[in-house]
T-cell receptor, first 115, second 116 residues
Framework: AQTVTQSQPEMSVQEAETVTLSCTYD???????LFWYKQPPSRQMILVIR??????QNATENRFSVNFQKAAKSFSLKISDSQLGDTAMYFC????????????FGAGTRLAVHP | NAGVTQTPKFQVLKTGQSMTLQCAQD?????MYWYRQDPGMGLRLIYY???????DKGEVPNGYNVSRLNKREFSLRLESAAPSQTSVYFC???????????????FGPGTRLLVL
C-alpha cells in the first residue's frame, strides 16, 4: 500500500527565516508525482509545488523549493524568507502515474510564522 | 470564473438524516473527486468520477453514494448520517482522467458537516 508520512505535526519559524518541512512516502512504483498543498485557516487547499518523479532536478516556485531524494523516498519542502501569510497546514501528497489522479495525503504539518 | 464551488458551506444533521453535498465546476474538467478531512489526518478519497457517466470507489466509500449528474456537477449523498461522518468534505477536479500526467487537482472551499 502507498503511504505518506509527515513526521512533524507542528513547526514554528520567525518571519524572514527559512524552514524545512519533511515528508517521506512509500511505494513500489517507479513513476509518480509529488505535491505540496497549503491549507490556510480559510480551509482552501492551494497547490504550492509539484515534482515529477522522473525528473532529477528539484522543483522551485519563488520562495518554495523541494529536496527530492527518490532513493530515500523523501520529499521535503523548504520555505525561504518566511512570511506571515505562510502560516497554514501543509500537506504532502503523491499520485501514481496512470492512477486516475487519486491523491494520497500525509497527515499534515501545521506551520506557524511569527513576527 | 468561479472554479470549483460547493454547497452548503456548513450543515448540522441528526443521526439517521440524509443529505446531499453539491459540487460544481466551470473549468470544463473531466474528472471530479470527493475527499473527507478529519482532524490529525490528511484528505482521504471517498469516490471519484474519471469522466461523465462513470464513478468509482476510493479509500473510504462506505456510507456514501455519488452521482455524476453531468460534466459540471458531482454530488455526494449520505443516506443515513452517522456521527463518524462528521468531517470536512472537499470536492476537487482535474482536467483529464489520469494517464501519465499526474495532474494538479483544484479544490473547492469545503463543506463542514456535523452529525449529532
Amino acid at each position: 500500500a502507498q503511504t505518506v508520512t509527515q513526521s512533524q505535526p507542528e513547526m514554528s519559524v520567525q518571519e524572514a527565516e527559512t524552514v524545512t518541512l519533511s515528508c517521506t512516502y512509500d511505494t513500489s512504483e517507479n513513476n509518480y508525482y509529488l505535491f505540496w498543498y497549503k491549507q490556510p485557516p480559510s480551509r482552501q487547499m492551494i497547490l504550492v509545488i509539484r515534482q515529477e518523479a522522473y525528473k532529477q532536478q528539484n522543483a522551485t516556485e519563488n520562495r518554495f523549493s523541494v529536496n527530492f531524494q527518490k532513493a530515500a523516498k523523501s520529499f521535503s519542502l523548504k520555505i525561504s524568507d518566511s512570511q506571515l501569510g505562510d502560516t497554514a497546514m501543509y500537506f504532502c501528497a503523491f499520485v501514481l502515474s496512470g492512477g486516475y489522479n487519486k491523491l494520497i495525503f500525509g497527515a499534515g504539518t501545521r506551520l506557524a510564522v511569527h513576527p | 470564473n468561479a472554479g470549483v464551488t460547493q454547497t452548503p458551506k456548513f450543515q448540522v444533521l441528526k443521526t439517521g438524516q440524509s443529505m446531499t453535498l453539491q459540487c460544481a465546476q466551470d473549468m470544463n474538467h473531466n474528472s471530479m473527486y470527493w475527499y473527507r478531512q478529519d482532524p490529525g489526518m490528511g484528505l482521504r478519497l471517498i469516490y471519484y468520477s474519471a469522466s461523465e457517466g462513470t464513478t468509482d470507489k476510493g479509500e473510504v466509500p462506505n456510507g456514501y453514494n455519488v452521482s455524476r449528474l453531468n460534466k459540471r456537477e458531482f454530488s455526494l449523498r449520505l443516506e443515513s448520517a452517522a456521527p463518524s461522518q462528521t468531517s470536512v468534505y472537499f470536492c476537487a477536479t482535474t482536467r483529464t482522467s489520469g494517464g501519465p500526467m499526474g495532474e494538479t487537482q483544484y479544490f473547492g472551499p469545503g463543506t463542514r458537516l456535523l452529525v449529532l
